[in-house]
C-alpha cells in the first residue's frame, strides 16, 4: 500500500507551550517546519492554571522575549489581569504574572503558527521514531562524538512518513497519560483529550529510559454559584507592565478583571483527613512522582497538620466564561469527597463544579541522557524540551522549548550552538539543573535556585540575552542596536551621576527638606543622593537642570544601578570565578575509570551524566569538592603531556 513520504527540516511533536516556540524559532529561522498535535483546536493550551509568569516564571518570559520567542507576545495580547509580585523586596525577585484569557491565549497561539511562514500544523499522533545506526565505518566523526544513533524521521498512526534532519520532542503529559478522580480511572490527556499511546514503546526501542511522573489540576466552579461577598477581592496593577520589550504600554492599559482571595479552615482539612484513604495519591493507585512545590490540597493537609487554613485564590478563566480556577486545592479526591471539600470553603458554600479536579500521570524522560543544548545524547537530532524532560510550568516549557529549537537549527544551518549559563539567564538555570540532576520529581524554577539572580533579574533580560537573540537570528538588527544603544546610555548616565557634584546651597537643603532627606553638610554626588531611600532619579530632576530625557526603562536600569551597585560589584566578582570553572572542559570522551582516587559513587555519576565541563561536574549530585579537586588534578596532567 503506498503511504504519504514527505520530506522537511523539522518535526516538533506537540504544540503545547514547548512545541509552539519549538517551532516557531524553527520556521523563522528558514527551516521548513512541521508541528504535530493530538488535537489543531488545542494548540497552546493552558490545562491547567490561567495564568502567565509568576515568582521566577516572570523572569523566563521575559528572557524568553528577549531571545525572540512568542509567549510575552501572547499573554500582553490575551490577558484579563496583571500583577507585579514581590514589589516589597528588591528588584531581584520582582515579578510579573498576569491572568490570561486562556481561550484567547490559545486562539491567538494558533493563528500565529498557521500565518508563520515555513510551518505547518498537522493534526495527527505521532507513533514511531526513525533512525539509523551510527557506526565507527559510516559516520565516523557522529560516533567520535558519543551517538549511538541519528535521526531520520517521524511515521504517523495513518502510516505516512516525514523525513527530517531533527525532530523535537514536546509531548507535554500526554504519553501513555492517566488521569484520576478517586477510584475513578480514565485513560486520557488532560482535559479529556485524546493521550498519545504509541510513543512511548518507540522512545523505547531507540534507547530512550523512561519513568512516570504526576501532576494535577483543581476543579473548576461556575462562577454564578461563588459568594464573592465573603471573600477579599484582588486587583490588578495600575499602570499594566507589559511581558514583551516590544509591547507599546498603552496598548495594554485596559479594564482589569478581578480575583479573589479565601481560606480552608478546619472542617475541610477534616474532611480530607477521613477520607484521605480514597485518595489515589495515599491509597498507591499513582505511580508517578508529583511536583514538591505545587502539592495538592490532600497534601498540604497530611504533610502540614499544623496549619490552621491555606489560602484558595478564585480566578477567572477568561472574559467569555463564568468558569473559576480554584488555585491553591489542587486534588485527586473522588468527586463526592471534593464537593463537600470544596463546600466548606467560605464563599464556596454553594458551588457548583464544572469540572472536577483530577491527577494526571504520564511518561516522561530519565535524568542524565540530555545534554547541554537540550538534545538526547545517544540520538544525533533528537531534541526535547518542556514536561517530558521532567520538568513543570508553561513557562518552563516555552523557554525549554526555544532553546531546543535554536539549537536543533544551529545543528542543521552547521552553526554554533547557542547556549546561556547559570551566570547569564534563568533558562541557565533551568537547562542546567535539568541536564546535570536527577530531579526526582517535577522540576520547577524558583528564584532561590538561581545563585546570581540579583544580576538576572526581569526587568534588565533584554540587555542580557537580545545579544544571543540576534546571534541565532531571531532577533532583528534594529532590535540589537537598541539594545547597545540602552546599555551605552545607561553606563553613560551613571557615569555623568556619579560625577556631577551637588553644594549644600539653599535651593538644594530646601528640596531635601521637602522629600524628607536629611540636609548636605558637605557637596555629594547625584548617584550619592539617589541612594537614599526617599529619594530617585525623577525627584531628583529639580535640581539636575542637565539631564537628558529618557525612557522609563532606561531610567529603571539607571535607579537599580545606582541603589544596588555593591552588592551587583559582588555578585560579578562570584561568577567570573563561576566562569573559570565553566571554561575548564572536560574531554567528552574522558574514561573516569583512568582517573584514581575518584570515589566510586562520583564515578558512576560523571559517568551517567558526561559534564562539559568542570563547573557543571561540580554540581552533580554525589560529586563532592574532593573529587573535582582529583579531577582537576588529572586534567591539569593530561594537558601537560598534550603540550610536550
Not at 586 to 603: F, H, N
Amino acid at each position: 500500500m503506498s503511504q504519504i513520504r514527505e520530506k522537511v527540516d523539522v518535526c516538533v511533536i506537540g504544540a503545547g507551550h514547548a512545541g509552539c516556540e519549538a517551532a516557531l524559532s524553527c520556521s523563522r529561522l528558514g527551516l521548513e517546519t512541521v508541528i504535530f498535535t493530538v488535537s489543531a483546536d488545542n494548540i497552546a493550551f493552558m490545562p491547567c492554571n490561567p495564568h502567565i509568569g509568576g515568582s521566577s516564571k516572570g523572569h523566563l518570559v521575559r528572557e524568553i522575549d528577549a531571545l525572540g520567542g512568542e509567549m510575552g507576545k501572547n499573554i500582553d495580547k490575551t490577558f484579563i489581569q496583571s500583577k507585579m509580585l514581590n514589589t516589597s523586596k528588591g528588584p531581584a525577585v520582582h515579578s510579573l504574572r498576569a491572568q490570561a484569557d486562556k481561550a484567547a491565549y490559545s486562539a491567538s497561539m494558533k493563528k500565529v503558527l498557521e500565518s508563520q511562514e515555513h510551518l505547518t500544523v498537522k493534526q495527527a499522533e505521532v507513533c514511531e521514531l526513525i533512525s539509523e545506526p551510527v557506526s565507527e565505518i559510516s559516520d565516523p566523526e557522529l560516533f567520535r562524538e558519543g551517538y549511538e544513533r541519528k535521526i531520520t524521521g517521524v511515521r504517523i498512526f495513518t502510516g505516512a512518513v516525514y523525513e527530517a534532519k531533527a525532530v523535537i520532542l514536546c509531548t507535554g503529559t500526554y504519553l501513555k497519560s492517566r488521569c484520576l478522580c478517586g477510584e475513578a480511572i480514565t485513560y486520557t490527556g488532560p482535559n479529556g483529550m485524546q493521550p498519545a499511546n504509541l510513543l512511548s514503546a518507540s522512545l523505547i526501542e531507540n534507547g530512550i529510559d523512561l519513568r512516570r511522573f504526576k501532576t494535577g489540576t483543581p476543579a473548576r466552579m461556575d462562577g454564578n454559584s461563588i459568594d464573592y461577598d465573603k471573600m477579599e477581592e484582588q486587583f490588578g496593577d495600575t499602570p499594566v507592565i507589559p511581558f514583551s520589550f516590544e509591547t507599546d504600554p498603552a496598548s495594554v492599559q485596559r479594564d482589569q478583571a478581578s480575583c479573589w482571595l479565601t481560606y480552608t479552615n478546619e472542617k475541610t482539612h477534616e474532611i480530607i483527613r477521613n477520607n484521605i484513604n480514597r485518595s489515589p495519591i495515599y491509597a498507591g493507585v499513582i505511580e508517578g512522582v508529583g511536583p514538591r512545590y505545587c502539592p495538592s490540597i490532600e497534601d498540604k493537609v497530611i504533610k502540614f497538620p499544623d496549619r490552621e487554613r491555606h489560602q484558595v485564590f478564585i480566578e477567572p478563566e477568561g472574559d467569555f466564561t463564568n468558569e473559576m480556577y480554584i488555585d491553591g486545592m489542587s486534588s485527586s479526591m473522588p468527586e463526592d469527597v471534593q464537593l463537600e471539600m470544596y463546600r466548606s470553603v467560605p464563599g464556596l458554600e454553594h458551588c457548583r463544579i464544572v469540572k472536577n479536579a483530577y491527577a494526571i500521570e504520564y511518561d516522561c524522560l530519565c535524568p542524565g541522557q540530555l545534554s547541554p543544548v537540550l538534545e538526547i545524547k545517544k540520538i544525533r537530532g533528537l531534541f526535547s524540551a518542556g514536561q517530558f524532560n521532567g520538568s513543570s510550568g508553561y513557562e518552563e516549557a516555552a523557554a525549554q522549548g526555544l532553546y531546543a529549537g535554536i539549537n536543533a537549527s544551529m545543528q542543521i544551518l552547521d552553526k554554533p550552538y547557542v547556549t546561556i549559563d547559570r551566570s547569564e539567564g534563568y533558562i541557565g538555570v533551568l537547562v542546567d539543573d535539568l541536564v546535570t540532576k536527577d530531579n526526582l520529581e517535577p522540576y520547577r524554577m524558583m528564584t532561590s535556585r538561581a545563585e546570581y539572580r540579583l544580576l538576572l533579574r526581569q526587568d534588565n533580560a533584554d540587555l542580557r540575552l537580545r545579544a544571543k537573540g540576534y546571534q541565532a537570528g531571531l532577533v532583528s538588527r534594529g532590535k540589537y542596536e537598541y539594545v547597545q544603544y540602552k546599555k551605552s546610555a545607561i553606563e553613560s548616565e551613571v557615569r555623568r551621576l556619579k560625577e556631577t557634584s551637588i553644594g549644600a546651597s539653599a535651593q538644594v537643603q530646601d528640596f531635601l527638606n521637602r522629600h524628607g532627606s536629611s540636609p548636605l553638610k558637605t557637596a555629594s554626588s547625584l548617584a550619592e543622593l539617589i541612594c537614599r531611600p526617599e529619594l530617585d532619579y525623577d525627584s531628583l530632576a529639580e535640581i539636575d537642570p542637565g539631564r537628558k530625557t529618557f525612557s522609563r526603562d532606561i531610567i529603571e536600569q539607571i535607579e537599580i544601578n545606582i541603589k544596588y551597585e555593591g552588592y551587583i560589584l559582588r555578585q560579578e566578582k562570584q561568577v567570573e570565578q563561576f566562569e573559570k570553572m565553566e571554561n575548564k572542559y572536560i574531554p567528552a570522551d574522558l574514561d573516569y575509570q583512568d582517573v584514581g582516587s575518584l570515589r566510586i559513587e562520583a564515578r558512576q555519576k560523571l559517568e551517567k551524566f558526561r559534564p562539559v565541563n568542570i563547573g557543571q561536574a561540580s554540581r552533580i549530585g554525589g560529586v563532592n569538592p574532593a573529587d573535582i579537586s582529583v579531577l582537576i588534578v588529572y586534567l591539569d596532567s593530561i594537558n601537560r603531556k598534550n603540550r610536550k
